[in-house]
């Protein structure tokens, strides 16, 4: 099956700096990659998303790069504040089933003022 | 717009207890999950339901049980509670199959502790 590795598992940055999270997949196969934020005490909320046939997507200050080659893909938040402070999950998903979306093992982002 | 929502929040059982999770959504979706979240290991899916009387095993159903008698609730089920089924316990649904660019609506999360 598929196994999603997701690098750091903590992260903390200054506010204003930009933030990476990366993850790597096994299955050449998958062709859809979420992004979810975590908040303390809250369930998961998507962020952003892409699929295998785009190579990068922007959504104002969150970018995400795919790597379908080397199999990895990359969140990238710029100008991070305070409200990005959470914990993060990437997901990979051959699609057409509910159990092929496997998720990385999470980051946890923390902003300093 | 309540969304998902998970009873209980907090649940302390003894070993060997049963108990169930209740989950409810309001937004007509029909598929809904059950995913499990610990330490390190991101979120594991247990079971989900592609519409009102299916359900099928995910990756770590084992010690559970499901139900989804009315499209808009999924139960998880505990027959016997062991110390191993500690976690984090979070519902979703969406309106297309996960993965298929069907975005997740997850619950708050319900916290179980098994002694």
């Known amino acids: 099956g598929e196994n999603v590795e997701q690098h750091p598992s903590t992260l903390s940055v200054q506010e204003g700096d930009s933030a990476v999270i990366k993850c790597t997949y096994s299955?050449?196969?998958?062709?859809?990659f979420p992004w979810y934020k975590q908040e303390l005490g809250k369930g998961p909320q998507l962020i952003i998303d892409i699929r295998s046939n785009v190579g990068e997507k922007k959504d104002q200050r969150i970018a995400v790069t795919l790597n379908k080659t080397a199999k990895h893909f990359s969140l990238h938040i710029t100008e991070t504040q305070p409200e990005d402070s959470a914990v993060y999950f990437c997901a990979a998903s051959k699609g057409g089933s509910a159990r092929q979306l496997t998720f990385g093992s999470g980051t946890q982002l923390t902003v300093l003022p | 717009n309540a969304g998902v929502t998970q009873t209980p929040k907090f649940r302390v059982l003894k070993t060997g207890q049963s108990m169930t999770l209740l989950c409810a959504q309001d937004?007509?979706?029909?598929?809904m999950y059950w995913y499990r979240q610990d330490p390190g290991m991101g979120l594991r899916l247990i079971h989900y339901?592609?519409?009102?009387?299916?359900?099928a095993k995910g990756e770590v159903p084992d010690g559970y049980n499901v139900s989804r008698l009315k499209k808009q609730n999924f139960l998880l089920g505990l027959e016997s509670a062991a110390p191993s089924q500690t976690s984090v316990y979070f519902c979703?649904?969406?309106?297309?199959?996960?993965?298929?660019?069907?975005?997740?609506?997850f619950g708050e999360g319900s916290r179980l502790t098994v002694l």
């Open positions: 937004m007509n979706h029909e598929y």
């Open positions: 339901s592609v519409g009102e009387g299916t359900t």
């Open positions: 299955d050449s196969a998958s062709n859809y």
């Open positions: 979703a649904s969406s309106n297309r199959l996960a993965g298929v660019t069907g975005e997740l609506f």
